[in-house]
């Protein structure tokens, strides 16, 4: 390759490069929020963060699901179908 050919060839080259920097789009002002300059909504406006429950005791817990029917009682809330009245039992002894 002669030395022509090889300053043709980044001339080219630059040649290319150069309006594809003078086309950005200019960003908007500081004034200006992004979302407002694009019309851009994110997902996440708005959003509210997690809120921490309070604690029980895991034995209130515990007899907490037992009285409302066990694991069939979350199943059946997942699916919206209304759960039966819990029944007033004993309370459960350790064996």
């Known amino acids: 390759m002669t030395f022509l ?3 043709a060839g980044w001339a080219a080259l630059l ?3 150069v309006p594809c920097a003078i086309a950005q789009p200019i960003p ?3 004034a200006t929020p992004a979302s407002q300059a694009s019309g851009y909504r994110s ?3 708005g959003r509210r963060g997690f ?3 309070p604690l029980r005791p895991w034995r209130e817990s515990n007899d907490l699901v037992g ?8 199943a059946r809330e997942s699916q919206g ?3 039966p009245a819990p029944a007033a039992s004993a309370p459960r ?3």
């Open 51 to 53: 809120d921490d429950q």
């Open 5 to 7: 050919t090889r300053s």
């Open 81 to 83: 179908i209304a759960a």
């Open 28 to 30: 908007p002002s500081p």
């Open 43 to 45: 997902v996440f406006d």
């Open 93 to 95: 002894t350790n064996r």
């Open 67 to 74: 009285r409302i029917g066990g694991w069939q009682a979350y």
């Open 15 to 17: 040649g290319l490069m």
